[in-house]
């Protein structure tokens, strides 16, 4: 996250925030880091947030980042470790609604030893005038391997910025900021 697009100016509005995902890879337990970061999309695709974990079922990085754009949710895969990555594509719900949200900062997406992914994600409007929560987030599935997803239990009102952690029991946390 951070690597500026050459020729665009930098801007301080989110949805035109000029960045885009690059990427560093080691091949010795991160003992060592390539040198010169790489951008893993084209010069158009506006990007923010990303979050990696390793599909285990599928032997695939799975990307999770927001579209600094659109603010919708865009995934991209790897099946050469992380050598190159797919062309993003929207994040849809069932309905084949884009997911509207914020990814991470932080570790927002986990791959359960089963294959299903499960990302967070948030929303917030500012709004100071009354006691309305204006931020919130959702904890959202896939069982089919990103192509469809599904919202997992409650919007969770007052929070924002969701990283999620994987117990060893298998049980889910979720990690929030509270900014309202």
Not at 60 to 66: I, T
Not at 74 to 87: A, H, N, T
Not at 141 to 169: I, K, M, R
Request: glycine residues 10%; contains cysteine; hydrophobic residues 40%.
């Amino acid at each position: 996250d951070g690597c500026y697009i050459k020729g665009r100016a930098n801007s301080s509005g989110a949805q035109y925030f000029n960045r885009t995902i690059c990427s560093r890879r080691s091949t010795d337990g991160g003992a060592s880091w390539g040198a010169a970061a790489t951008k893993l999309f084209s010069p158009h695709v506006f990007a923010a947030n990303p979050s990696a974990a390793w599909d285990p079922v599928r032997q695939r990085v799975v990307l999770v980042f927001d579209n600094t754009q659109d603010g919708g949710i865009m995934l991209s895969m790897s099946s050469d470790l992380g050598v190159s990555f797919s062309d993003p594509v929207p994040a849809r719900l069932a309905n084949q609604s884009h997911i509207i949200a914020f990814a991470g900062p932080g570790n927002n997406v986990l791959v359960l030893p089963t294959g299903v992914i499960v990302f967070a994600g948030y929303a917030h409007w500012r709004n100071y005038s009354t006691q309305q929560p204006t931020f919130w987030s959702n904890v959202y599935l896939s069982l089919d391997g990103g192509v469809s997803w599904s919202q997992d239990g409650p919007t969770f009102l007052h929070l924002g910025e969701p990283s999620l952690a994987l117990l060893q029991g298998g049980e889910i946390i979720l990690d929030a900021r509270c900014p309202d």
